[in-house]
């Protein structure tokens, strides 16, 4: 039983769990200007905190063997995310009823994020039946995504939210892992035909039949998702795909078409839709119109240079300035109060888990699970680039969450539910 | 092999970021991308993972994949600094006004909570500009002398924000800018609120107000400033604004809100630009008194002295474009020496004059005088420009002679002519200007004062003296003769700058008066005010007058 006792991992869950507490506590004494509390005022954190350490302490008792350090991580930006809603709330809650209670229900969904997360590693030993049934989760990604587009609820301007009864999907969050379940069964099956080539006279051609099923499939989910106006997710799978390809093959020339097909249709896409104008226009300057297109933006850029290198700390800054600060822009967020100290802590701990995502994937011993996790960890990683890239202004803003940090139940199960399947494939005594 | 290009792109890229930080706003934001991306490359290169040779398919290429990914993080750390640190007060203190009237400002200016210890700032001779008066919930900013409006700026920060003084000593008025950072973060955290500190200026407002008091109802904008140490002793313009009807604070009432938005409505509906600061923002052609700028290259440059003769025909054609000479006293005469070009204003020597010493000599004595960069006055000064941004002076013979007589498509600020005049007054240097003396914290300490700085050296000593014999030809037989002041050595030029559209011309004086101690110097422009030496010249001259009467 010691000898099993997961003690990096219990470890390095000290400093989620004082960051989360000690957070907290910051917030809710600087709000009331006093230095009364209670163990009640700070429950939240307290109550994940609780959860993460017991889902933890279960994955020693059933001897679960996998990597230790993405859980502790993922639990910390998870707690950013957390203190950073708790922090938004009076200003939120400003906005209309539909923010109300924004910290306890983003509580709920990281337990049950949580809970699933548990029960992907503990209890899902094998992963052969995601792999055999890969053309299900293809085509039921797309038909998900194609019913969200006809049935769906319409939310600024963008049909990405499906309603199932009391509860709001958003799809794209779903079908990202289905598709890249598919990619990784697709290329560990036809590993060495992807690699092959073919010779016709004296030219070399790639194995393009092989090819097809893949740019069929991606083909249609991009498809979809530049019909349903969502470009953050269209650019996401376009990099997820790239990645995938170029890991399986080592072909640079693949990306270089890719990449090329790529500008050909950001060039398209920027001569025919007005909206792709403007978002080129508000990355490149957007005090063009500062307060209308550009306002976000603007505002955004105002809250990061004011936090400098030390930031204003935690509910001294007042980032509730930013529309959608809690999603799209809650890197700024934490830029105004964190500081670049904060920033920079940030994209260390998504560097060190995308790298650590890369270490499982290279030392899985079965194709498809190589694949996943390499598929998995480029879905966290670009997603990540996505978003952050657009909040610094490095590239054209697209709307997509921060993986873990940003509000939203959507985007945060399925990221708990890739970090499940990261751990599953970094089980040694696992049998495909 | 491998490992030196490594090095080489790796110094590249750290080159490419440290120079890309430090050039600060020189550099566009396009620019600063542009760069970045290529650092990108470089960075990819240097970093290119190496020894997979034996490595499987999959783990070489998901090595070079998380290599790629690394980068793209590196990118958003370099520009993380950019936007937190670098660029960091810039961004704060832009303050942008819509045409329509509505501020773009940074939102957390709005939360000041207590105005009430506010400085106040004097006039040199401790007379009060502005000061907060009042207690508790009844505070208010006072504006008591008319003649500070517009210089002063305005503070609205729950509305419009703040301009000039007003905008740029905030921190210091606020009492933010304290000695011990460590302290002042210790203020922020316990709420504690220091005394804001009193701002001492250069300005005298006795002159401030005769400025104002000349100018009328007129439009138009006066400066004068020491040359010897760019102190500004007067910066006045008008039509202005009443800054009382703007203060705003977190107390402030809806009642009082309402006033001051349609205050604001009001000013902003005006076709005459009231909240344009026009000494230093305002931007005119400055017709003739441009010349002091194209007789300083001449003479710098070594192509002539000030008896160099010039051919004046009364007319001269440059690839098709006709310049009649209206100027001449004389019309019979066609040879003049440069000295009397200048006093005469000869608008066809001064073309030639251009197109002999050539575009590029012309541009460059316009760089050397602070053309096209903004000159570092404490309240904030747009750039002045030699051409349109798209145009070239090199692509036009015709371009270059109008511009060598003060036509063409320049642009300049009253501040930046004076400075010209600062120059010659002040043998070939030119001194910061500045408006703040010292700055004084609530127990009367000075916290700061203000220490005279070059700003730049245009031309050699010599130079300037042969232009000080040019500008005191004008001022004792030239157009500019009206300008003498008894017992004093005074040097000027007026300007008569045609704005097309069919509109009265705009009257310049440029001119400066030294009593072999102390040397002041000033730029008084009358818009649509008809002739420089009628309209613009007696304003300067009781300028000079008074700068030596106090």
Known sequence: MIGRFRFTEFQLLIVPSLATIIGLLTIYLASTGTLDWDWRDIWISIAFMGAVIAISLWFSVTKFAGDQVIFPLTALLCGVGLLVIQRLEPALAALGPGYALLPERQLLYLWVGLGMLAFVVVFIRRLDWLRRYKYTWAVGSILLMIVTMIFGTEVKGARLWLSVGPFTVQTSEIAKIGLVVFLAAYLAENEDLIVAKYRVGPFNFPPIPYLMPIVVMWAFSMLVVVAQNDLGTALLFFGVLLAMIYVASGRLSYVLVGLLSFAGAVVLAYQQFGRVQLRVQNWLDPWQDPLDTGFQQVQSEYAMASGGLFGSGLAFGSPGFIPEVHSDYVFAAVGEELGLLGTFAILMLFLILVFRGFFIAMQARDPFGRYLAAGLTSILAIQTLIILGGTVRLIPLTGITLPFVSAGGSSLLSNFLIIGLLLRVSDPRRTA | ?550
């Open chain 2, 1 to 550: 092999m491998r490992s030196a290009l490594r090095i080489v792109c790796m110094t590249a890229a750290l080159a490419a970021i440290v120079y890309g930080l430090t050039a600060g706003s020189e550099w566009s934001d396009r620019r600063w991308l542009e760069a970045l991306a290529a650092t990108g490359v470089l960075l990819t290169i240097a970093w290119w993972p190496g020894g997979t040779r034996y490595f499987s398919v999959f783990n070489r290429s998901t090595l070079r994949l998380a290599t790629i990914l690394l980068v793209a993080f590196a990118l958003i750390s370099v520009q993380l600094v950019r936007v937190q640190i670098v660029q960091s007060s810039r961004t704060l203190d832009r303050q942008e006004i819509t045409p329509d009237g509505q501020v773009v400002q940074n939102p957390r200016e709005r939360l000041i909570g207590n105005t009430e210890n506010r400085g106040a700032i004097y006039d040199r001779n401790g007379v009060v500009l502005v000061e907060q008066l009042g207690a508790g919930e009844e505070t208010y900013r006072s504006y008591p002398a008319p003649a500070a409006h517009g210089l002063v700026g305005y503070y609205s920060p729950l509305l419009y924000g703040s301009t000039g003084l007003e905008a740029a000593y905030d921190d210091e008025l606020a009492g933010r800018e304290g000695e011990n950072p460590v302290l002042e973060w210790l203020d922020g955290v316990l709420y504690q609120d220091q005394p804001g500190y009193d701002l001492n200026l250069t300005v005298d407002i006795g002159l401030q107000q005769l400025a104002v008091d000349m100018l009328g109802d007129r439009r138009g904008a006066a400066v004068l400033l020491d040359a010897e140490t760019g102190a500004v002793v007067a910066l006045a313009g008008t039509p202005t604004y009443d800054p009382n009807r703007l203060y705003t604070d977190g107390d402030t009432t809806e009642q009082r809100l309402t006033e001051v938005s349609a205050y604001w409505q009001q000013l902003v509906e005006r076709s005459d630009a009231p909240l344009v600061l026009r000494a230093v923002d305002g931007l005119y052609v400055p017709g003739s008194t441009f010349k002091m700028l194209t007789a300083s290259a001449v003479v710098d440059s070594g192509t002539s002295t000030p008896e160099t003769f010039y051919r004046d025909e009364g007319i001269l054609e440059v690839d098709g474009r006709v310049i009649i000479e209206q100027n001449r006293p004389d019309e019979s005469r066609v040879d003049w020496t440069l000295e009397e070009s200048f006093a005469y204003s000869l608008n066809v020597v001064f073309a030639r004059i251009g197109l002999e010493i050539g575009a590029d000599v012309l541009q460059e004595y316009a760089n050397r005088f602070g053309f096209g960069e903004e000159p570092p006055i404490d309240v904030g000064a747009t750039a002045s420009q030699l051409t349109a941004p798209e145009s070239r002076l090199v692509d036009s013979r015709t371009l270059v002679a109008d511009t060598a007589f003060g036509q063409g498509e320049l642009l300049v600020t009253p501040l930046q002519m004076a400075l010209i005049g600062a120059a010659i007054a002040n043998g070939g240097e030119i001194m910061e200007p500045y408006l703040v003396d010292s700055i004084v914290n609530g127990d009367g300490e000075v916290v700061e004062q203000h220490m005279p700085e070059r700003w730049r050296d245009p031309m050699s000593a010599e130079s300037a003296e042969a232009m000080q014999q040019l500008m005191v030809a004008s001022a004792s037989y030239g157009y500019a003769a009206g300008a003498q002041i008894e017992g004093l050595t005074v040097g000027g030029k007026t300007g008569t700058a045609e704005v097309g559209g069919g509109g009265e011309p705009h009257a310049w004086f440029v001119g400066y008066a030294t009593d072999g101690e102390r040397t002041y110097v000033t730029a008084v422009i009358v818009e649509n005010g008809g002739a420089g030496s009628v309209a613009a010249l007696p304003i300067g001259r009781e300028l000079l007058a008074g700068a030596f009467a106090k």
